[in-house]
T-cell receptor, first 116, second 118 residues
Framework: AQKVTQAQTEISVVEKEDVTLDCVYE???????LFWYKQPPSGELVFLIR??????QNEISGRYSWNFQKSTSSFNFTITASQVVDSAVYFC?????????????FGTGTRLLVSP | GAGVSQSPSNKVTEKGKDVELRCDPI?????LYWYRQSLGQGLEFLIY????????KSGLPSDRFSAERTGGSVSTLTIQRTQQEDSAVYLC????????????????FGPGTRLTVT
């Protein structure tokens, strides 16, 4: 069963538009961690954020914000005023207590294309 | 500081040959992970090392795959008798801790080794 679902395969926006990347997860653990990573064309995965299951506060970092809702098992990522440099594949990931939190289970990724 | 480094960046090999992929984690990181990224399977966990504990090999796809970590630092992933389905990008990551009680530290990834089996 898919544990992390990123239903949006590809999103295209024009610069300065806001865009939200969806992530829905599935777990039986009460304690777990959620992550977002960015993979630019260079290929290296870049860590963006980690959130534990007990902290549902939304987080904002510059143009990036994250909305964690346990009620809907979602951890969505919004980029405000997108820029061409935001073009990348974005991965949502989950680590669970039953694997000692050590394995990241990734979604299939969402490719974001930001055009000028 | 220096990030996770991997070598080689690209490797082309013939089917049936053995290959070794190397990973140098971030200094001070006690946990090391290998993942594989392929078109068909996405990003998959392969193996995890934490200190001197026995590695978690639960993600290795077959007994042709093995890995070791020497001196708690550098790791080598070995694929024996390579097959075309082994073609993928092999990613290494490290994190500050995998110790029980200190869970969920973010993993920092290297640039990967692109393996092509012809």
């Amino acid at each position: 069963a898919q544990k992390v679902t990123q239903a949006q395969t590809e999103i295209s926006v024009v610069e300065k538009e806001d865009v939200t990347l969806d992530c829905v997860y599935e777990t039986r653990d009460t304690t777990y961690y959620l992550f977002w990573y960015k993979q630019p064309p260079s290929g290296e995965l870049v860590f963006l954020i980690r959130r534990n299951s007990f902290d549902e506060q939304n987080e904002i970092s510059g143009r990036y914000s994250w909305n964690f809702q346990k009620s809907t098992s979602s951890f969505n990522f919004t980029i405000t005023a997108s820029q061409v440099v935001d073009s990348a594949v974005y991965f949502c990931a989950l680590s669970e207590a039953d694997t000692g939190f050590q394995k990241l289970v990734f979604g299939t990724g969402t490719r974001l294309l930001v055009s000028p | 500081g220096a990030g996770v480094s991997q070598s080689p960046s690209n490797k082309v090999t013939e089917k049936g040959k053995d290959v070794e992929l190397r990973c140098d984690p971030i200094s001070g990181h006690t946990a090391l992970y290998w993942y594989r990224q392929s078109l068909g399977q996405g990003l998959e966990f392969l193996i995890y090392f934490q200190g001197n504990s026995a590695p978690d090999k639960s993600g290795l796809p077959s007994d042709r795959f093995s890995a070791e970590r020497t001196g708690g630092s550098v790791s080598t992933l070995t694929i024996q008798r390579t097959q075309q389905e082994d073609s993928a990008v092999y990613l290494c990551a490290s994190s500050l801790s995998g110790t029980s009680g200190l869970p969920g530290y973010e993993q920092y990834f290297g640039p990967g080794t692109r393996l092509t089996v012809t």
